[in-house]
């Protein structure tokens, strides 16, 4: 009799990862999807017609997907087209401080020292250095390792590695760490929103979030048609291979039998045999026990005060005036502390939102080929209580008058109308991904253990694994890709172990 295949829950980036490896190592895959396309937090929405990326906006760590391309047996520039940036993003305090970063540091430091200074300019390539080193130190280590372990690390870095570990300061905090490079409180203001790409807050995030200086400036890449055509195109690479993806196949529990994962019971009653699973879904569904109590032993939920940042969006078509906007744009709050404190501490929206701002349209210069209205993403940050405190109507309205008057204090006009308008609120992102509260990020990165507190690729149940953003190595689009393929190979080898 054929083997039963392996099942994948979850059509996310990671479980198509898993799906792409599997099928290339000739495994039968099947992947279980309960929405009517693939992506995840890859998203998109439609505004008259129009599609708009809903989710992440630029990919980073290309190496990672060729690598996976090149296992499919091809090569990623066959099925993606890719931009590569030369502004990263533009930086703007009020209508008359802007500051572009580049992919080119030169040009960084020359844009700093023109905006802050030339001693501000030296701290930023001492900066850029030890980023670098940052994340030398952790990519073999750390990052690409199936679990997160103090001891694998000190183990991997060896008697002389433990200075290099006791450099990259993991018991400092990003904000504190910052203030070694950076005297204008604007410049630590800029870089320490990298703790922001994980959910967290510069001030409780760890040191080491820095190495995320590093990965900018080895690659960032805009993708034509849309991020979510990488969803898209793992897809047809996963079914070209064999895999097959069943879409409108919510999974009800996941069935286990004498410790080892058994099925998948979908919530129309059908049961799909698997030899063994990869669960791509926020680690909590399974700790809560929304795939079933016996399920709930392979990962524990995490606490709510623990949980990375939501998110409040607006998917815009309209006219904009005003602000030369980049492709990304950062419009900076004038208390940044307060608007941590407000989402953190308080579990409210923030008093003043810093807002992201994604013209879908331009390139990273800000041109456009043509004038009328453009499709955006403004994003500000905001509490994952999603699943027990929905914000009211009111509070998502006096959020959004104080989101677009900051904008329009930056000289920034968006010409809006509600029709044109989808709005992604905490509780949305919740119902979007289970077991979430509306958190994007999984477990927040605040203090040192909290990296080694995600969880590993394999669990204590048999045959059952996990994948996504919300697990290790941590969120985006490349780490939920690796996390992926770790857990396929994971499984791989404890097949071949079972069976020697």
Same mark, same amino acid.
Request: aromatic share 6%; glycine share 10%.
């Given at each position: 009799?054929?083997?039963?295949?392996?099942?994948?829950?979850?059509?996310?980036?990671?479980?198509?990862?898993?799906?792409?490896?599997?099928?290339?190592?000739?495994?039968?895959?099947?992947?279980?999807?309960?929405?009517?396309?693939?992506?995840?937090? %890859?998203?998109?929405?439609?505004?008259?017609?129009?599609?708009?990326?809903?989710?992440?906006?630029?990919?980073?760590?290309?190496?990672?997907?060729?690598?996976?391309?090149?296992?499919?047996?091809?090569?990623?520039?066959?099925?993606?087209?890719?931009?590569?940036?030369?502004?990263?993003?533009?930086?703007?305090? =009020?209508?008359?401080?802007?500051?572009?970063?580049?992919?080119?540091?030169?040009?960084?430091?020359?844009? *700093? =020292?023109?905006?802050?200074?030339? $001693?501000?300019?030296?701290?930023?390539? $001492?900066?850029?250095?030890?980023?670098?080193?940052?994340?030398?130190?952790?990519?073999?280590?750390?990052?690409?390792?199936?679990?997160?372990?103090?001891?694998?690390?000190?183990?991997?870095?060896?008697?002389?590695?433990?200075?290099?570990?006791?450099?990259?300061?993991?018991?400092?905090?990003?904000?504190?760490?910052?203030?070694?490079?950076?005297?204008?409180?604007?410049?630590?203001?800029?870089?320490?929103?990298?703790?922001?790409?994980?959910?967290?807050?510069?001030?409780?995030?760890?040191?080491?979030?820095?190495?995320?200086?590093?990965?900018?400036?080895?690659?960032?890449?805009?993708?034509?048609?849309?991020?979510?055509?990488?969803?898209?195109?793992?897809?047809?690479?996963?079914?070209?291979?064999?895999?097959? *993806?069943?879409?409108?196949?919510?999974?009800?529990?996941?069935?286990?039998?004498?410790?080892?994962?058994?099925?998948?019971?979908?919530?129309?009653?059908?049961?799909?045999?698997?030899?063994?699973?990869?669960?791509?879904?926020?680690?909590?569904?399974?700790?809560?026990?929304?795939?079933?109590?016996?399920?709930?032993?392979?990962?524990?939920?995490?606490?709510?005060?623990?949980?990375?940042?939501?998110?409040?969006?607006?998917?815009?078509?309209?006219?904009?005036?005003?602000?030369?906007?980049?492709?990304?744009?950062?419009?900076?709050?004038?208390?940044?502390?307060?608007?941590?404190?407000?989402?953190?501490?308080?579990?409210?929206?923030?008093?003043?939102?810093?807002?992201?701002?994604?013209?879908?349209?331009?390139?990273?210069?800000?041109?456009?080929?043509?004038?009328?209205?453009?499709?955006?993403?403004?994003?500000?940050?905001?509490?994952?209580?999603?699943?027990?405190?929905?914000?009211?109507?009111?509070?998502?309205?006096?959020?959004?008058?104080?989101?677009?008057?900051?904008?329009?204090?930056?000289?920034?006009?968006?010409?809006?109308?509600?029709?044109?308008?989808?709005?992604?609120?905490?509780?949305?992102?919740?119902? %979007?991904?289970?077991?979430?509260?509306?958190?994007?990020?999984?477990r927040a990165s605040h203090g040192w253990r909290a990296s080694f507190q995600r969880p590993g690729v394999r669990t204590r149940i048999r045959g059952l694994y996990l994948a996504g953003g919300s697990i290790h190595p941590g969120p985006g689009v490349p780490m939920a890709a690796l996390s992926g393929r770790l857990a396929a190979g994971a499984l791989i080898a404890d097949s071949a172990?079972?069976?020697?």
């Amino acid at each position: 009799m054929p083997e039963e295949p392996v099942v994948v829950v979850g059509a996310g980036v990671a479980g198509l990862a898993a799906a792409v490896e599997l099928a290339a190592r000739g495994r039968a895959v099947t992947v279980l999807e309960r929405g009517s396309t693939p992506g995840g937090k %890859l998203r998109e929405v439609e505004i008259d017609g129009r599609r708009l990326d809903a989710g992440p906006t630029v990919l980073t760590l290309r190496g990672i997907f060729d690598d996976l391309f090149d296992v499919a047996g091809t090569r990623l520039e066959e099925h993606l087209s890719l931009t590569p940036v030369s502004v990263l993003a533009r930086h703007a305090w =009020g209508p008359d401080a802007q500051l572009d970063l580049h992919a080119d540091p030169e040009r960084s430091r020359e844009a *700093i =020292g023109l905006f802050a200074g030339a $001693a501000e300019a030296r701290r930023y390539t $001492a900066f850029l250095t030890r980023s670098r080193h940052v994340y030398e130190t952790l990519e073999a280590s750390f990052i690409r390792a199936p679990a997160p372990s103090v001891a694998h690390l000190v183990r991997h870095a060896g008697l002389r590695g433990l200075g290099a570990l006791a450099a990259i300061s993991p018991f400092r905090s990003l904000w504190s760490a910052l203030g070694d490079h950076f005297h204008d409180p604007r410049l630590q203001q800029l870089f320490g929103r990298y703790a922001t790409y994980l959910g967290s807050s510069p001030y409780e995030a760890p040191a080491t979030l820095m190495l995320l200086a590093h990965v900018e400036q080895a690659g960032v890449w805009l993708v034509d048609g849309g991020m979510h055509r990488i969803a898209q195109v793992l897809a047809q690479l996963a079914t070209g291979l064999g895999a097959t *993806i069943r879409y409108a196949a919510e999974v009800r529990t996941i069935e286990i039998e004498r410790g080892a994962s058994r099925a998948a019971m979908l919530t129309s009653g059908e049961r799909v045999a698997a030899s063994a699973v990869i669960v791509n879904a926020d680690a909590s569904a399974l700790g809560n026990g929304s795939l079933g109590a016996m399920a709930a032993a392979a990962a524990p939920a995490v606490p709510v005060a623990a949980r990375s940042l939501s998110a409040l969006t607006w998917n815009i078509v309209a006219q904009t005036e005003g602000f030369a906007l980049s492709r990304h744009t950062v419009f900076f709050s004038s208390d940044y502390r307060r608007e941590f404190e407000d989402i953190f501490r308080r579990d409210s929206l923030p008093t003043e939102p810093t807002v992201y701002v994604c013209a879908q349209d331009r390139d990273d210069l800000g041109r456009r080929s043509d004038t009328g209205p453009e499709r955006l993403l403004c994003l500000v940050n905001a509490p994952p209580t999603g699943d027990r405190r929905p914000f009211t109507s009111a509070e998502i309205e006096s959020c959004e008058q104080r989101t677009f008057t900051l904008l329009e204090r930056s000289g920034l006009r968006i010409r809006r109308t509600p029709e044109r308008t989808a709005v992604t609120t905490p509780a949305d992102f919740n119902r %979007l991904f289970p077991g979430s509260g509306g958190s994007l990020y999984g477990r927040a990165s605040h203090g040192w253990r909290a990296s080694f507190q995600r969880p590993g690729v394999r669990t204590r149940i048999r045959g059952l694994y996990l994948a996504g953003g919300s697990i290790h190595p941590g969120p985006g689009v490349p780490m939920a890709a690796l996390s992926g393929r770790l857990a396929a190979g994971a499984l791989i080898a404890d097949s071949a172990s079972t069976r020697r």
